[in-house]
């Protein structure tokens, strides 16, 4: 009977951390959630070709039609820092032409590496193009300036305008994904630039963008709902320990200041960019904030790379041969001078989009009590296991001279000197189990949230992985949730016997075989008993209370 009231007191207790633990989990958690988008943009036709009413210029100059230069020109952004930058020229075209400088998005960055396709062909098409390296001396995973970059790329856009055969008037950018807040920076402050191709851009911050992708990989792939759940956790943190800034940079406002023609042009199959949500604000802020009415918008059947073939970023897919025909159409019609007015075919066309969730602007609040920056997270987690290994060397430490100790002086000890120092039966054994299985958990959950991630990011679904692994984590946090139990149960019940010495020196004293039944006998050592044993005792609990908060953090005790 005795043994089953315990077992009833400790699952008790274990129910009740377990859902203290997930009011925590709860309190933690934004009082928001993404949700799914429904203002759907209406495209008029599938037929995404482009055209001017001008029947003069109509599509303009086909591609192929030129046999295309290419040269490497050596631009200086500083005294000590200078790019290479390659230049495609139409062989043989007249007059001064219309020209394009490309900027890339994030993940290259030499020119070598990004544009060997569409520069190429679009210079056949009559337009000569310019393709920078990426300036990285200041460009790093945790440190972008976008104005900073801004103002080298208007260097090279400089440099472009002045060169022989190239029309200054008839000169606008190309840009990609981060590129494209790149370009809004440009295109605000320099009203010469002629027009503006922007292709798959986050439109909003780093952060509201980033929160309706994860939400969209892990719908598209089904991550349990619960882990999903906790996208806004994360992407509400202040990233200032990493200097993470530019996750909070504003290139909403700056469209609404976009004076020149724009092409906006988003894949379908783009999981990761608002691609109608965004669309929208870049052809409404244009019209409300400076009457520019001369947004055209077009949808492929493509990835984020504008490519065929896979969904995601693949070696050797080919780009959507109508985009590129399409771009060229636009760019030699934009640069003749076609306004809002003068197109001859419809101002959105192409692919039906079906943008997932919506990218919630405005008040991204977290939850009541979740950390608010990646510091506290970290310190939480880091300060735990800090606290857990002090408690564990010194320990190790402690434990190795008792028994050394013990050798010395034989197996049973004098009365009055055992049980005067030392852990209560069980008492060490119960930390040990608490620590090394919050730290287990906290190594167990980190493991299974970067590999559920980065398969998501592959638009690849994992049964096993993605759902064995949850249910994985589920008992491991019912395990870690009895092991306080268990602990606290002990510290309880101790705290509220009286220690009787002559007892406990009875218990330690009796032979290992009457042990047992002498502490039947009403005997009740204290969980610890010295100052070490208790200072051992109240890091292991900070320790593994700190990391406890970690795994509510990351939804370990979601209902």
Known sequence: ?????????????????????????????????PERYSDHIAVETPDTTIAAADPSVGTGTPMGTYEVRESTVTIPLTDAVSVNAIVREPVGAPGERPALLMLQGAGTGRATEVYGDIAPQLASAGIVTMVPDKRLDDYTLFHRDYVSMAHDYEKELDLLRAMPGVDPKR????????????????????????FSVIVSSPVYSGREQMTMAASTYFAQTGVPRAVAGDIPKFTMLDFSLVRLDY???????RFGRLTQPALVVYGTLDPSMPIEQGAREIRDRAASGSGNRNVTLRYYPTNHQMRLGARVSRPNLTLDPSYVRDVASWINAAAAGTGADGWRTP???????????????GAM????????????????????????????????????????????????????????????????ARLWALGTGTLVALLAAGVYLGLLVATSLQLESNEPLFHGGWVAMRVLSVLVALLWASALLRLWGDARRPYDDAATEAVHAAPVAHRAAVTRDGSRSRFARGVIPW?????????????????????????
């Open 365 to 428: 609040t977290g939850g009541a009590m979740s950390p608010r920056s990646l510091t506290q997270l970290a310190a939480l987690m880091v300060g735990g296991a800090a606290a857990l290994a002090l408690a564990g060397v010194p320990g190790a430490a402690w434990g190795l001279m008792r028994g050394a100790r013990r050798a010395m002086t034989g197996a049973r000890g004098t009365a009055g000197t055992r049980g005067t120092r030392g852990f209560g039966r069980g008492a060490a």
């Open 535 to 559: 200072t051992l005792t109240v890091l292991t609990l900070a320790g593994t209370g700190l990391v406890t908060v970690a795994l509510a953090f990351f939804g370990l005790y979601s209902l």
């Open 171 to 194: 000169t606008g950018v190309y840009a990609e994904s981060e590129g494209t807040w790149i370009s809004a920076v440009m295109t605000d402050e320099r009203p010469d630039i002629a």
């Open 347 to 361: 101002m959105t066309a192409g692919a039906q989009p079906d943008q997932m969730f919506a990218v919630r602007t």
């Open 247 to 253: 996750a909070d940079f504003d290139a909403l406002s």
């Open 1 to 33: 009977m005795r043994r089953m009231a315990g077992a009833a007191r400790l699952a008790a207790a274990t129910m009740v951390i377990w859902m203290v633990l997930a009011a925590l989990g709860a309190l933690m958690t934004p009082p928001w959630h």
